[in-house]
């Protein structure tokens, strides 16, 4: 049964940081692209950042390059998100999953606040 499960939010001041994780199982996480998602209230769901499974290729919305980094530990089935300048729009609900192909079953997500 393919779990993921997303931890790591908070709440934080404008400028501050925060680093999420994602734990997968049930699954080959070593041979699959990983990403992370976010939802803001009112909002559809959009993509923020993926990673390839030998980390060589990263991807970033423009929203975030430069303040974000993705990364993953394959011997421990995680991933990662280091989050720094972290601003009010941040604000919303991050989930990880498959970028590409058929999703895998979504986590419950971990729920970041950004106070002005």
Known sequence: ?????ESGGGLVQTGGS??????ASGVNFSNIDMGWFRQ???KEREFVAR???DSYIRRYD??????????RDNAK????LQMNDLKPEDTA?????????VPL????????TVSP
């Open 93 to 101: 609900v991050y989930y990880c999953n498959r970028p590409n192909g």
């Open 18 to 23: 925060l680093r999420l994780s994602c734990a």
């Open 1 to 5: 049964q393919v779990q993921l499960v």
């Open 40 to 42: 803001a209230p009112g």
């Open 62 to 71: 423009d929203s975030v390059r430069g303040r974000f980094t993705i990364s």
């Open 51 to 53: 990673i390839t499974p």
């Open 105 to 112: 079953s979504w986590g419950q997500g971990t729920q970041v």
């Open 77 to 80: 089935n995680t991933m990662y």
